[in-house]
């Protein structure tokens, strides 16, 4: 039995991409507008992302819904369908703060509340899909596949968003909004719809575990191993997201760039890090067999190479515009790359690997991604706007933040030492569509 064909492998492809356009809109296009064209406090933007996050930590109960209905299509179409609202009201709610900031932040609310629910639903029904209606002598590639496509909507997103917001108002950033909004939904219907009904033969011989839930999770939080990978993951997912928030808002006040500019160069630091994955996924498939491509040796290169290019951005903070940040820029998302694909390969060997409760597993680390990048986003904004009561530079603000997040990939390379790695034998790109999305 052969599950589903590649061509519609690629269409549930196109779901993560419609997923990601509307995910990297809202919370890099539309934080820096609220930051810098209206001069909120940055901590606005960030407690909005973090309740986003906060909401996906729900993942493994949405997708126990759709466990029970038996269908992952309508869940997939629901959340895909709250996503693309909540994007719209996102840019909306932007608009309506500059004449009427407690409106505005109310609808905001509303509309990352629609986002956290969209991301979670889909996301979580549509890993399920395909874990379930794809072979598995295909599913490494097809995980493959879907991750390359989600990365292609980020960066086409930030690209052409980038060009069709300059010049820059908020009655266009509404416009932009509602184009790419609508135009995802409809390619994530029309790549959904079907798929299921041609995967029902494959998925019915799946068996169910019976396991109450939080018997379940008590007993993977009792394995040692699980425990020191879920708080790694931690530690080292807060140190990759805290930057997200910030630094189209240091382009703007340290560099000058325009939003359509600040958006470019978030493009270009999604190239880096598709660059990075792509780098990792090549080169511990071919040599699998050879101890130094260990996966762990992989997340340990990343995060030092993470380290060093925010170490860069600190120096980019304190020269200024003559500092080559495009470049540095590129270097961070190649470094995020490899730690990034490293990691999730690694999370899949940990959750899987013949071990019992592997739902369970990857909830308890996709649950403790999605916090981290909640608590970055917000904590990397909360840091700036303390610093700047402190002091009269606004590049010494960001500076100090840049190298927190450095001195946590230190310390996250160095609980990477200690990983078990007797299990990493799959190849690292199986699992790297749990990278959320929603993150960048």
Not at 237 to 264: H, K, N, R, W
Not at 281 to 295: E, H
Not at 330 to 346: E, H, K, P, R, T
Request: aromatic share 10%; with cysteine.
């Amino acid at each position: 039995m052969t599950g589903l064909s590649w061509f519609n492998i690629v269409r549930l492809g196109l779901v993560q991409t419609a997923l990601g356009a509307i995910v990297v809109l809202t919370t890099s296009t539309i934080n820096r507008v609220m930051i810098v064209e209206l001069s909120l406090p940055a901590v606005l933007p960030g407690v909005l992302v973090a309740w986003h996050y906060a909401l996906q930590v729900l993942r493994p109960r949405w997708g126990h819904g759709s466990d029970e209905g038996g269908t992952r299509t309508r869940w997939i179409v629901g959340g895909m369908a709250a996503l693309a609202l909540g994007g719209f009201l996102a840019a909306i709610a932007t608009a309506l703060s500059a004449t009427n900031i407690y409106a505005g932040l109310a609808l905001a609310t509303a509309a990352f509340t629609l986002i956290g629910i969209g991301v979670g639903a889909a996301g979580t029904s549509l890993l399920v899909l395909l874990a379930e209606a794809v072979a598995p002598p295909r599913r490494a590639a097809a995980a493959t596949v879907v991750w390359i496509m989600m990365i292609v909507g980020f960066i086409l997103t930030t690209a052409l968003a980038g060009k069709f917001l300059d010049p820059f108002s908020l009655q266009r950033l509404v416009v932009v909004a509602g184009c790419v909004t609508s135009f995802a939904f409809l390619v994530a219907v029309l790549a959904v719809i079907g798929i299921e009904r041609k995967a029902t033969k494959f998925k019915s011989e799946k068996t169910r575990n019976n396991t109450p839930f939080i018997q379940a999770l008590t007993d993977v939080w009792r394995d040692a191993d699980a425990r020191h990978f879920a708080i790694f993951i931690f530690i080292s997912m807060l140190a990759y997201s805290a930057q997200d928030l910030i630094l189209e808002p240091f382009a703007g006040f340290v560099f000058g760039y325009t939003p359509g500019q600040s958006t470019a160069l978030n493009s270009l630091q999604n190239k880096g890090v598709l660059a990075g994955m792509l780098l990792v996924g090549v080169a511990a498939t071919i040599f699998a067999n050879r101890r130094k491509m260990a996966l762990r040796n992989w997340i340990v290169v990343g995060c030092l190479t993470s380290a060093l290019s925010l170490s860069a951005l600190v120096g980019a903070a304190a020269v200024g515009p003559a500092w080559p940040l495009k470049t540095t820029v590129f270097i961070l998302g190649f470094s995020n790359g490899v730690y990034a694909v490293a990691a999730i390969g690694s999370m899949f060997n940990f959750a899987g690997g013949g071990q019992s409760r592997e739902g369970v597993r990857m909830g308890l680390f996709g649950a403790s991604q999605a916090i981290a990048f909640g608590a970055g986003g917000f904590c990397g904004t909360v840091l700036t706007d303390v610093i700047k009561l402190f002091t009269p530079s606004v590049s010494l603000s960001y500076g100090v933040v840049f190298a927190i997040e450095a001195a946590l990939f230190i310390v996250a390379a160095l609980m990477a030492l200690r990983l078990d790695t007797k299990q990493s034998t799959h190849n690292p790109l199986v699992l790297s569509a749990q990278h959320d999305l929603g993150g960048r």
